[in-house]
C-alpha cells in the first residue's frame, strides 16, 4: 500500500448481485490507490454478508484500504446523514475525486450523494454495469412515494402539479406515483427500444388518473447527454405554469440525468417511490461489454457553490430533517 495519502475513493452500496462485485473490482483495477467505503443496508445484511467479504478480501489483496459502514435505508433521514458522514470524512481525508458506484445503489440514496460530494465540489465518476438479464419481476409493493431531502425543488400552492416519470418495467411504482399525487398534468418518458424485453414489458397500462398521458420516447440508458436534452426541452417550459416532479422509475442510469436536470432547474422536485418487497434473484450476471463511467456535470454558480468549503463540511449535517424548499 501507498505511503502517500490517496486523493480518490470508492463509494458504494453493497448488493447480493454478481454484477456489484464485478463493477468494484472492476473500479479497484482502475483506483489503485483509492480507499474503498462499502455502505450496506441494514435489512439486507445478510443477503450481501458473502459477496461483502469477497469484496473486501479483493480490496486486501490489491492493497487498497477499505471499510464498510451498516445503514438503515428504510429511513431517508438516517440515510442522508451517512452520505453526508461519508464524505466529510473524505474531504477531512484530503480526497478530491470519487469513483461512486451506482450500479445496484438505490436512486435516493444516489441523490444523496451526488448531491453531498457536490456540496464539497468533488469530482465524481459514476459508474454503473448493466445485468446480463433479468426475471419475471423486480420489485413490488411499492410504498408512499416521497420528494428527496435536498433536491425537493421550489413548490408553490398556487400551482398545479405535474408529474414526469422516466417509466420502467414495475408499472405498480408508475401508477402509485400517479394516483398519490393527483397531478393536473402527467408526462411519461417511455423506455424505447428492445433491450430485456422493453417493448413488452413497458407499455404502461396506466392507471385512471394517468390515462390522458403525454407519452414520448426516451433512453434511459444513454448518458451521452441527448437524452438529458429530450428531458431537459420537455420539462423546461414547465416549470412556469407547474410544481414539476420527476420520478426515475426505470434504469439506472436515468437516476443520473434526472438529478443533473435539478442542477440546471432546481424548481424540480425529485421523487423517490420505495418498494417493500424485493426479488432476491431478478437479475442474473453481468454485462461488462456495455459498462459505463461517467463524470457527473454539476452546478458550478450560484450561492452555495461559493461557500467556504470547511464551513461547508461543518454545517452540511444540521440540516438533515428538512427538505430544500
Not at 478480501?57 to 451498516?70: K, R, W
Not at 434473484?281 to 463524470?295: C, H, L, P, Q
Request: hydrophobic share 40%; proline share 5%.
Amino acid at each position: 500500500m501507498s505511503n502517500a495519502a490517496p486523493t480518490h475513493a470508492i463509494v458504494t452500496v453493497a448488493s447480493w448481485e454478481p454484477r456489484w462485485k464485478a463493477s468494484v473490482e472492476a473500479l479497484l483495477v482502475e483506483n489503485p490507490h483509492a480507499m474503498l467505503y462499502i455502505l450496506y443496508s441494514t435489512r439486507y445484511a445478510d443477503w450481501t454478508a458473502e459477496v461483502r467479504r469477497d469484496v473486501l478480501a479483493a480490496a486486501h489483496d490489491a492493497g487498497t484500504e477499505a471499510s464498510e459502514t451498516q445503514i438503515d435505508l428504510e429511513r431517508p433521514g438516517t440515510a442522508w446523514q451517512a452520505a453526508v458522514d461519508v464524505t466529510v470524512t473524505l474531504h477531512a481525508a484530503g480526497v478530491t475525486g470519487v469513483a461512486l458506484d451506482g450500479t445496484t445503489m438505490p436512486r435516493e440514496m444516489t441523490w444523496f450523494l451526488l448531491h453531498a460530494l457536490g456540496e464539497l465540489r468533488m469530482d465524481v465518476d459514476y459508474a454503473y454495469v448493466p445485468v446480463g438479464s433479468y426475471g419475471d419481476w423486480l420489485s413490488k409493493e411499492s410504498l408512499e412515494p416521497r420528494l428527496v431531502l435536498k433536491r425537493s425543488g421550489i413548490l408553490f400552492p398556487d400551482k398545479p402539479t405535474c408529474v414526469v416519470a422516466m417509466s420502467g418495467f414495475d408499472l405498480g411504482r408508475l401508477n402509485q406515483l400517479v394516483s398519490y399525487f393527483e397531478p393536473a398534468r402527467v408526462e411519461i418518458a417511455r423506455q424505447i427500444g428492445d433491450r430485456y424485453g422493453n417493448l413488452g414489458r413497458n407499455n404502461p397500462q396506466l392507471s385512471e388518473n394517468a390515462r390522458h398521458a403525454d407519452i414520448f420516447e426516451f433512453d434511459g440508458f444513454d448518458l451521452t447527454g441527448a437524452s438529458h436534452a429530450v428531458l431537459k426541452k420537455r420539462i423546461e417550459p414547465l416549470v412556469p405554469d407547474f410544481n414539476v416532479l420527476l420520478a426515475s422509475l426505470g434504469p439506472k442510469l436515468a437516476s443520473v440525468t434526472a438529478f443533473e436536470i435539478t442542477e440546471e432547474l432546481p424548481e424540480v422536485a425529485l421523487v423517490y417511490i420505495p418498494s417493500s418487497s424485493y426479488n432476491r434473484e431478478y437479475s442474473k450476471g453481468e454485462d461488462m461489454a456495455r459498462r459505463t463511467v461517467r463524470r457527473i456535470r454539476r452546478r458550478d454558480q450560484g450561492e452555495r457553490w461559493q461557500a467556504d468549503l470547511s464551513e461547508r463540511a461543518g454545517t452540511m449535517g444540521a440540516s438533515v430533517a428538512s427538505p430544500s424548499n
